[in-house]
């Protein structure tokens, strides 16, 4: 249950006990990723990104492996193998897809290790080096114990990264029907390029009738599509982050 004190906490940690990192990056790049992860995330998004050749980042909060979240079945350790296989990311999501609001830092820390040890046993000692926060909730303690484990973190909060981001907190765009009616995706897309930025999109079931935390495999088509045309790398996570450090603008 939420407390009254959730958008406060939410708030500080949004301003206070920043990393900043440069992002500069030439012509931009786009990431696409998907949380948690459910079924259709794979086996139908799979193979929308292998026609238009886009790797995504998916976190994978592996307490959900075979069970249902938001109405929807999760993932198999079979479509995680296939995904990985496939040369797509995979990041953590902590292991039961727990609020950072709701645990203290000790329960926190032995999320991210019961995560690691269960994602390395599947992917053959796979370490993951990229985080996503459960429900975008990040608290100013939790940002200290991410930090520890992994190269950056997204949340949920709108925007493009540009000229300085928190690695702790990265901004992004909700790939998901609730949002995207709301956004101009063709200025957010040519704003990145401009700035020589970094847009992150996130989603999580990708159906004809989707939940609202997800789209239509027409929305993801849509997406990458407009990337291109604006001129825009699209790599997962990890790939942009490389970039980020590598570039010089």
Known sequence: MRNLTDPVRRRAARILGQQPVPVGIAGGVFSISFDDFPQSAWEVAGPILKDHGVLATYFVAGGLCDGENIGKRQFSVNDLQALFEAGHEVGCHTFDHVSALRIGPAALEAQIARNARWVSERLDGHTMTQFAWPFGDVSLSAKAVVARHFEHSRGVRDGVNSGRAD???????????????????????????????WL???????EDNPTPYGCTPEDLVRIIEMARQAGLTIA??????????????
């Open 167 to 197: 690695r702790n907190n990265l901004q992004a765009i909700g790939l998901e029907s609730r949002r995207l009616p709301h956004y101009d995706l063709e200025a957010l897309m040519a704003r990145t390029a401009d700035s020589n930025g």
């Open 236 to 249: 997962p996570v990890s790939s942009a982050a490389s970039m980020m450090a590598s570039t010089r603008i």
């Open 200 to 206: 992150i999109a996130y989603g999580h079931d990708v």
